[in-house]
């Protein structure tokens, strides 16, 4: 039986078996000695408010939100930080002390972190952006990019009424505070949104394992361009691989899973974890696990 001091986080999604964030936060509490449980915890669509509501009384000092609740979180938090607001979506929620429910989006810091811990020095200040993909991954990448100064973001993806309407979603959210702008580009014309890019993210499912490839030509890229792909399984991706053959910076997607997490730790376990190569290679021992099964 747990003392009662321990501190209770999870991870609440439907389904949740494959969520990575046990192996990270147990990971944390291990190595820094905290005496705290991290876990998974199933819950279906109707069963969210309610779950949520409970998570005080039920001794819990927060969780995070994967899918499909992400969205439907925010709505049910009694507040949201301004990145959750701008991006429409909560995957951190802190207990108060009085039970209430704060809610925050980490995903766009755990992007920035990865990208500037990839690329010491990178500038994204002014720069022209292309991301792949209008999903719940890429409303977290443009709101990082455009947080972080960028002065275009474009987006393409296979759907172009998802990506319009992922544009006017996050147009409104920012409330006249958006300084980059957002273009449309057709899938089908995807390689040459990458003229004159400093970045290139993909931010899809493609070239993840057991999913189709993503084919895209990098011809049109500059060789000073970066390029990430949040897919971290594999870690290198054929688009990883073709960037670097061809001389460009690249930044693999594990360590946007592993920053996303150090925020809700430090609020929930009061310590500020690490990303160390130690983390890396145990997440990434894990999703070989996983893999594997």
């Not at 003392?3 to 949740?16: D, F, L, R, Y």
């Not at 802190?94 to 972190?113: E, H, M, P, R, Y």
């Not at 792949?132 to 977290?140: C, D, H, K, Q, Y």
């Not at 147009?171 to 014309?189: F, K, N, Q, R, T």
């Amino acid at each position: 039986m747990s003392a009662p001091s321990t501190i209770k986080a999870g991870v609440i999604g439907w389904p949740v078996g494959h969520s990575l964030s046990p192996l990270v936060h147990g990971f944390w509490l291990e190595q820094l000695g905290i005496g705290g449980t991290y876990e998974r915890i199933a819950v279906e669509p109707e069963n969210l408010e309610r779950e949520l509501r409970a998570l005080g009384q039920n001794g819990f000092a927060g969780v995070n939100i994967t899918v499909p609740h992400k969205e439907a979180a925010l709505a049910i938090v009694d507040d949201a930080d301004d990145m959750a607001k701008k991006i429409g979506a909560v995957n951190t929620i802190v207990v108060g002390s009085d039970k209430k429910l704060f809610g925050l989006n980490t995903d766009a810091f755990g992007f920035i972190q990865n990208l500037r811990e990839g690329v010491p020095g990178v500038n994204l200040n002014g720069i022209s952006a292309a991301v792949l993909g209008a999903g719940g991954a890429s409303r977290a990448v443009v709101a990082a990019l455009l947080a972080a100064g960028v002065g275009e973001v474009r987006i393409t993806n296979r759907s172009m009424e998802r990506a319009e309407n992922l544009a006017i979603d996050l147009a409104s959210h920012w409330a006249g505070e958006l300084d980059g702008e957002i273009a449309i580009v057709p899938w089908e014309h995807r390689a040459a949104a990458l003229d004159g890019a400093g970045l290139l993210v993909n931010a899809t499912t493609l070239g993840m394992r057991g999913n189709a490839e993503l084919e895209i030509s990098l011809d049109a890229l500059s060789t000073d361009a970066v390029v990430n792909d949040i897919v971290y399984s594999p870690l290198e991706t054929k688009l990883l691989l073709g960037a670097r053959q061809r001389g460009n910076p690249v930044v693999d997607g594990i360590g946007m899973l592993l920053h996303q997490a150090r925020p809700g730790f430090h609020l929930w376990f009061g310590q500020d974890p690490e990303v160390t190569p130690q983390l890396r290679a145990y997440v990434l021992k894990g999703i070989d696990q996983q893999a594997g099964q």
